[in-house]
């Protein structure tokens, strides 16, 4: 396996381009088997989880290109409803195909998914809505199988709108039920809905498809089904957590950096936890500007849905903080399990204590370098973080998780100074 080795105590200063973002590429893409026709699709990251729902996409029949600014994508060819294990199992987000195949095609077959060990994360909240709306749920064999009553689409038959109540927001429910009434018959309106920016994108992107949807952003989204969708060109949206992540890295080692081609308003709850904490950041013309100190102050975080504080920068908050001046306490309440990087801060000296769904942080002076081991693709960004504000070396092993949701990361980094390499493994 692949490993990253980390010099730290290297200011960063200089400028971060940010990539498109992986948690509204996924769902467009899975989108574009609503409909016939190219969908151009610009600032599409190079990470794996792309490359799997591709991958899907192909084994699904549907033809997806290359191309120097994109991809091209064509569901005319779309031929099976039937989403494998051996490709599901890695991405969670797999399961967004189980709504457009149902709306396009009247059934699918989608393996359970797989992906970061950070909880459950059932996906009952996806079923019940579609079982509203009109459709057979069975789970055997470790398949979701999902079908019309009374079987699949004939005689122009669909899903049905219907009114659907989370109880509580999830983003990849909420992402799966909009496509799939989309081209239901009637008026879908989804209670309690996830508003995250992704969403957002997901829903402009429909919407240029043709698709009627109101309340995007909102707890309350509304879509009216329609006859069917157009391709489209269409550009992804910056990744607001790369985004978080590096500004993060600009904090934790004092530095001067300027992330660009970002979206600040996306990273409000993060952006003030930062200022809170003592970091000067300056929005500026497409970008942030952060200037970090030697050691920030702590603060206090509750990880919420959007709009607050994300837990996909809970990870990299615990990094900084584990520097900080002081005592402070992070909660986590969105993920059951998702401490697991807390052991590997530890093993660098930071002086952490779980108490139930917080963690304790008593900050130190230094971290110190040492080899340390990834368990999810946000651990692996916090023991980045960590081993750039380390003295001496640290080796991150098992960094597969970070391919799965940071385009070029070391290539970044080392655009601003930091020591960092991959080195591959046997």
Do not use: W
């Not at 792309?50 to 996409?57: E, S």
């Not at 669909?158 to 799966?176: K, M």
């Not at 942030?288 to 959007?306: A, E, N, S």
């Amino acid at each position: 396996m692949d490993k990253i080795i980390i010099t730290g105590g290297q200011r960063l200063e200089g400028k971060i381009p940010i990539s498109g973002s992986k948690n509204a590429a996924l769902p467009i893409l899975a989108a574009t088997l609503l409909g016939n026709g190219d969908h151009h699709l610009t600032n599409v990251p190079d990470l794996k989880d792309v490359t799997t729902i591709i991958k899907l996409l192909r084994r699904l029949g549907v033809t997806v290109q290359a191309e120097r600014n994109g991809l091209t994508v064509n569901a005319t060819t779309l031929i099976s409803h039937d989403a494998p294990y051996e490709l599901v199992k890695t991405m969670r987000a797999s399961i967004l195909v189980l709504g457009p195949l149902l709306a396009r095609l009247g059934e699918a077959q989608v393996s359970l998914p797989g992906g970061c060990a950070i909880g459950a994360r059932p996906i009952n909240l996806h079923l019940m809505g579609f079982e509203k709306m009109g459709s057979e749920i069975e789970i055997r064999n470790g398949y979701v199988h999902a079908r019309l009553r009374g079987g699949p689409s004939k005689n122009n038959k669909r899903l049905q709108g219907a009114r659907i109540y989370f109880d509580n927001p999830t983003v990849t429910g909420t992402e799966n039920l909009m496509m799939a009434a989309t081209l239901a018959n009637g008026t879908t309106i989804l209670e309690n809905a996830a508003r995250e920016p992704e969403v957002v994108d997901l829903a402009n992107f429909l919407c240029r498809k043709g698709a009627r949807i109101s309340g995007a952003g909102t707890d309350v989204i509304t879509i009216e089904g329609v006859q069917k969708l157009e391709p489209v060109d269409y550009c992804i949206m910056p990744d607001r957590i790369e985004t978080g992540t590096y500004i993060v890295a600009g904090a934790i080692t004092g530095g001067d950096v300027y992330v660009r081609k970002c979206i600040p308003r996306h990273l409000e709850a993060v952006i003030f936890k930062l200022k809170e904490s003592g970091n000067r950041i300056i929005e500026d013309g497409d970008g942030l500007r952060v200037k970090g100190l030697d050691r920030p102050r702590p603060v206090d975080v509750k990880t919420l849905p959007y709009p607050g504080f994300p837990t996909d920068m809970q990870a990299q908050m615990i990094a900084l903080m584990s520097i900080s001046t002081g005592k402070c306490v992070i909660t986590e309440t969105i993920f059951e399990s998702r401490f697991t990087h807390v052991g590997e801060l530890r093993r660098m000296g930071a002086d952490i204590q779980i108490q139930g769904p917080s963690a304790i942080i008593q900050g130190v002076p230094r971290l110190q370098g040492a080899p340390v081991m990834a368990s999810d693709l946000r651990a692996s960004a916090c023991l980045i973080l960590a081993g750039l504000a380390a003295e001496g070396e640290t080796q991150v092993q098992r960094v597969y998780h970070l391919d799965r949701g940071y385009d070029r990361i070391e290539a970044k980094l080392q655009e601003v100074g930091a020591k960092i390499m991959r080195v591959k493994g046997e």
